[in-house]
């Protein structure tokens, strides 16, 4: 069974930035779509942002031009970049890698909190 963890979590001031990463226990399988979700307190999961093998990435209206998500489909690794971070970013965010509905992956979460 593949494992996907996430990594880069943490503690970052309001306007500040900080860098999710997210990476497969293996990468001998191909996905078509990768993305970061969030889930924040009280709140359903929410896509954040997402990307495809097209190059083709797609945002929350409430991070567009804030975060920034980059991937290689060769290794299935993706990063989030979340730049001017505001206290309503702060989440449980997760990592999915997305082929089909019998192969789609998701990591444990990690957390990232917005405080002064």
């Known amino acids: 069974q593949v494992q996907v963890t996430e990594s880069g979590g943490g503690l970052v001031q309001p306007g500040g930035s900080l860098g999710l990463s997210c990476a497969p226990s293996?990468?001998?399988?191909?996905?078509?779509?990768m993305g970061w979700y969030r889930q924040r307190p009280g709140k359903l999961r929410e896509l954040v942002a997402s990307i495809t093998t097209h190059g083709v990435t797609d945002y929350a209206d409430s991070v567009k031009g804030r975060f920034a998500i980059s991937g290689d489909f060769r290794k299935n690794t993706v990063s989030l970049q979340m730049n001017s971070v505001k206290p309503e970013d702060t989440a449980v965010y997760y990592c999915r890698l997305f082929r089909d509905h019998a192969r789609d992956y998701w990591g444990q979460g990690t957390q990232v909190t917005v405080s002064p």
């Open positions: 293996e990468s001998d399988f191909s996905v078509y779509f």
